[in-house]
């Protein structure tokens, strides 16, 4: 877009140096006719010093369309060269699993919270036969709700290089921001909950590329993690049996703000005591068996996810809108940033 505008600028200098040319000539003319010292040779001078300047300018005109064609043709072969090498990521069997509600302390925020984590897996493929570099993959969880959704963010997976057919990767993110529990009022109202994989990578030739794909949850499809119950991992649960789990882990996330605020408050007191940790540790697991015997399903819930087609977007991206991701994925870190801590909390 650059050099373009560059050539069409330069042309119009070219036209105009000619218009001022051809106005000099004839004004030179005017004036030597008017004064009477109109002389043959005089005139065949100037009609070859305005051929020569005329010529001159079409000869660069002429050869600086020529480049801008060249130059073109040659951006578009360099183009087409780059895009030959098309590495294509896929996610295969993508599984999302609810993981039965509990009570959790993170120490850098210092919060304190009753809630579900979220995993997202699946397989990451490159089947085709070019390698791809600088690979990053974010997942999104968006959870209606009555005024705004709910978008959980999580740590992007990273590889810096990806053989042509390689062996596929397993991937797996953890949500930990629903709180309140928004996705189990989801379910409960049949709204769509919606997970959005992003995949951003480059080829070898330094082309950039993006995949994008929304999930929906297969609601009746829902089965206990736990391969030991064959009823649940074999047959599914009916919807029932989800809406009744589901029900249950609400309502123990929901009610336990309240039903432990003592116990909260006891809490906030002992955490910065070193001396009373024993005691604080003791409050805290507490809570947590408390929690658990108010919970009827003690599993997980993995949930089939099915993909709609129409949402599939493969394309080419620019070297800003890569950028653009990259910088985004920093800042799925920095709001997130103690999802470790949740996983290895008390």
Not at 16 to 35: C, D, E, G, T
Not at 94 to 111: A, G, L, V
Request: charged share 20%; hydrophobic share 40%.
């Amino acid at each position: 877009m650059g050099s373009k505008q560059k050539m069409s600028k330069l042309h119009l200098a070219l036209v105009f140096i000619a218009v001022l040319i051809i106005s000099a000539v004839v004004l030179i003319l005017i004036i030597s006719f008017q004064q009477h010292s109109f002389e043959v040779l005089n005139y065949i001078s100037v009609v070859s010093s305005f051929s020569v300047a005329i010529l001159t300018i079409l000869y660069v005109f002429t050869t600086n369309n020529q480049m801008s064609i060249m130059k073109l043709q040659l951006d578009e072969m360099q183009h087409e060269h780059i895009l030959k090498e098309q590495p294509i990521l896929l996610l295969d069997e993508p599984k999302f699993e609810i993981q039965r509600p509990n009570f959790y302390y993170t120490p850098p925020t210092d919060r304190f919270s009753f809630k579900s984590i979220y995993n997202f897996s699946a397989t990451l493929i490159n089947s085709s036969d070019d390698p791809a570099i600088v690979v990053r993959i974010a997942v999104l969880i968006t959870i209606p709700q009555i005024e705004s959704p709910l978008i959980l963010k999580t740590i992007p997976v990273k590889y810096n290089f990806l053989s042509a057919k390689s062996d596929p990767k397993s991937i797996r993110f953890h949500f930990t921001g629903d709180t309140k529990g928004a996705l189990f009022n989801a379910i409960r109202e049949r709204k769509d909950v919606t997970v959005s994989t992003f995949v951003c990578y480059k080829n070898t030739s330094g082309a950039h590329f993006a995949i994008r794909n929304n999930y929906c949850f297969n609601l009746y499809l829902l089965s206990s993690s736990n391969k030991k119950i064959k009823s649940f991992a074999d047959d599914g649960m009916n919807s029932l049996q989800v809406v009744q789990i589901i029900g249950n882990w609400h309502t123990a996330i929901v009610q336990a703000p309240i039903k432990y605020k003592e116990l909260l408050g006891k809490l906030r007191e002992l955490k910065d005591n070193k001396d009373r940790y024993i005691e604080f540790e003791k409050v805290f697991q507490n809570v947590r068996d408390d929690m658990a015997s108010l919970i009827d399903f003690k599993d997980s819930l993995v949930g089939s996810l099915y993909d709609d087609n129409e949402s599939f977007e493969f394309s080419p991206i620019t070297k800003a809108e890569y950028d653009e991701f990259l910088k985004n994925s920093m800042s799925f870190q920095e709001l997130i940033s103690d999802c470790k801590n949740d996983k290895n909390s008390y």
